[in-house]
């Protein structure tokens, strides 16, 4: 996994543009550009909270962590540091990071007892996948998209309210905006993330390995389909496109996550565009 941004972070800035009754559009754009910056902000931090708050030390020297060394020089992957936490038996690793400066693999000590060594280097080909596909980095800036509209969006629905002469639209327009972009639109890019990670994870682990260990946790009831996580039959869909159809299946894939990109790339660059003009 990788660490999502919350949705608390846009509903703050929400409740923060309608408790303060906002009514120029450049102070709705400056706290919309405010809403961006704390995003931006947890960028920079998070890859050091999360680890200090799981008290993660660095992984002793021994097969596990060479092997890892391994697997991430292997997959052209300059990590930080290899660390662990105390999970009890919880069994996850973790991708922190976007930059070789501050990318950490975490591997929870529950990992470490429950699987073998060539299972823990699949699931870490995992997490090296959220690193590749700079999978973090993407959802803050999709996170930020979504931030940023919110002000403009309150002051039009406001505007429009008093036209038609329905006050209070905004409070039906808000939770809605926020609805379909935190249940169906963020969820999917979330979902899309997951599936190039396993991606990326069977190229670098082995699709016959990567495939066993994915049908083995499913098997097991390890690995369940929600509202962030594709279905496992979906995940194993993506192993499987890769063993039959090779070169082409991947070509597809590959276009679609740039086509993903562009599409939050172009968002994000309209929100920021439409914020800035409204404090000029
Ligand atoms: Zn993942």
């Known amino acids: 996994m990788t660490p999502l941004p919350s949705p608390a972070v846009p509903l703050a800035s929400f409740l923060a543009a309608s408790g303060a009754g906002v009514e120029s559009a450049r102070a709705a754009g400056w706290l919309a550009l405010a809403g961006a910056a704390v995003v931006g902000a947890l960028a920079l931090v ?25 697997l991430a020089a292997r997959s052209g992957i ?33 990992l470490l007892q429950r699987f073998d060594s060539g299972d823990a280097e699949a699931i870490c080909a995992h997490e090296l996948g959220h690193f590749a596909g700079a999978h973090q980095l993407w959802a803050l800036l999709a996170t930020i998209a979504a931030v940023l509209p919110l002000a403009a969006l309150e002051r039009a629905a406001t505007a429009l309210g008093a036209r038609i002469g329905s006050p209070g639209l905004e409070w039906a327009a808000i939770p809605l905006y926020l609805a ?8 999917r890019l979330w979902r899309r993330f997951e599936l190039e990670a396993d991606a990326f994870g069977a190229q670098v682990a082995g699709t016959e390995r990567y495939g066993d260990l994915l049908r083995r946790e499913t098997a097991a009831g390890a690995l369940r389909g929600g509202w962030r996580h594709p279905s496992p039959a979906h995940r194993i869909g993506v192993v499987e496109g890769i063993v039959h159809g090779g070169a082409a299946f991947l070509a597809g894939f590959t276009a679609r996550g740039r086509r ?19 404090v000029m």
């Open 46 to 70: 998070l890859p050091r909270a999360i680890p200090a708050w799981l008290r993660a030390a660095p992984l002793a020297d021994g097969p596990v962590r060479a092997r890892l060394e391994a």
């Open 78 to 110: 300059v990590l930080r540091e290899v660390l662990t936490w105390r999970s009890g038996r919880r069994a996850q690793g973790v991708a922190i990071g976007w930059h070789r400066r501050n990318r950490r693999l975490l591997v929870s000590e529950g």
């Open 180 to 187: 379909v972009v935190w249940l169906a639109v963020l969820p």
């Open 260 to 278: 993903v990109r562009l599409a939050i790339g172009l968002w994000s660059a309209g929100a920021l565009a439409a914020a800035v003009a409204a």
